[in-house]
């Protein structure tokens, strides 16, 4: 492995699409009206940086622990 990371992160509820984290673009995607209110605040509240810091960092890290597990 290089040692890249890319990934993304979606959420749904009911079966149905609701926001996804793209980490490329570092920007959330909101799925429709009601996800868009998620989507502003997520913005204001800088989730963008803690989901980077998780995809980026804490679940490599886990994988390879877990993946070493067997």
Do not use: Q
Not at 42 to 57: F, P, Q, S, V
């Amino acid at each position: 492995s290089n040692g890249s990371v890319r990934g993304s992160l979606r959420g749904g509820y009911d079966g149905w699409d609701f926001i996804s984290f793209e980490l490329g673009s570092k920007s959330f995607v909101a799925a429709d009206d009601a996800a868009e209110i998620t989507r502003r605040r997520w913005e204001d509240e800088n989730m963008a940086e803690r989901w980077e810091n998780y995809l980026k960092h804490i679940c490599p890290e886990w994988l390879r622990k877990y993946v070493g597990y067997g």
